[in-house]
């Protein structure tokens, strides 16, 4: 699919999938609700292509041949924070797990409805986007020991260390840190990060919190930053 020119200021999608029709279907969609859409079928090729598109969203499939789709994610957030929603044909938990921890921000189960794709990537643009524009003034930093979460700037640093957090795990990061003594449901984090209308998996969450807490140097075990309330949710922690 080779799309007409878009005014400058329209939304970029790439759809990476080596079905052909698949892609060709939910760029079809895409464009319907008004993006330039660039379609994809090599994993290898996908990362060259997302470079030079700078898209807003990226549909990724998981089970690519040669590079597959984690590899690709992988690759990806070393130079894009672009939202990527991951495909896949396999509902095993742990190809979620895999797929999310490299830094998708969303997945979704094939056979699925276009109709419900369109609306988690309506979800995921509908939250705040870092802007190279100068931004008003915000609330200030919010301070945890060593950690200091910048909400107005979209930024984290750790012992004066800025920690390169997607913005999923920002926001999910920001949602704890801005409750301190709160602990919040994986509901109440999902309706926080990706609003009411969002339906899904809740344990998508767990993955996200799993993700903020290596970059953070935590472990399950030593939880300075994000503590798990078992049975409950989290809570934002001392940072001690």
């Known amino acids: 699919m080779t799309p007409a020119p878009a005014p400058a200021a329209a939304r970029r999608a790439v759809v990476v999938d080596d079905e052909v029709a698949l892609a060709t ?85 094939k056979p699925f409805s276009p109709r419900e794709l369109m609306a988690r990537v309506g979800v995921l643009l509908r939250r705040p986007r870092q802007s190279t524009a100068v931004p008003p003034a915000g609330p200030p930093p919010l301070q945890v020991g060593a950690l200091r979460v910048d909400v107005g700037a979209r930024e984290t640093h750790l012992d004066g260390r800025r920690v390169e957090l997607t913005r999923t795990e920002f926001d999910i990061l920001a949602a704890l840190a801005s409750r301190p003594g709160v602990v919040l449901s994986r509901r109440a984090l999902i309706d926080a990060v990706w609003g009411p209308g969002w339906v899904g998996d809740d344990h998508l969450v767990d993955v996200h919190v799993l993700h903020v807490r290596q970059k953070l140097g935590d472990t399950a075990k030593e939880q300075r930053f994000v503590r798990t309330v078992r049975g409950v949710g989290y809570r934002i922690g001392p940072g001690e």
């Open 25 to 109: 279907l939910v760029g079809g969609y895409l464009e319907r609700d008004g993006f330039a859409v660039t379609l994809c079928h090599d994993g290898a090729q996908a990362v060259d292509v997302v470079r030079e598109v700078r898209p807003d969203v990226v549909v990724l499939d998981l089970g690519l041949p040669g590079v597959d789709g984690v590899e690709v994610c992988r690759r990806l957030r070393t130079f894009t924070d672009c939202y990527v929603v991951m495909l896949t044909a396999r509902a095993e938990e742990v190809d979620t797990l895999i797929g999310l921890s490299v830094g998708a921000d969303d997945y979704v189960t």
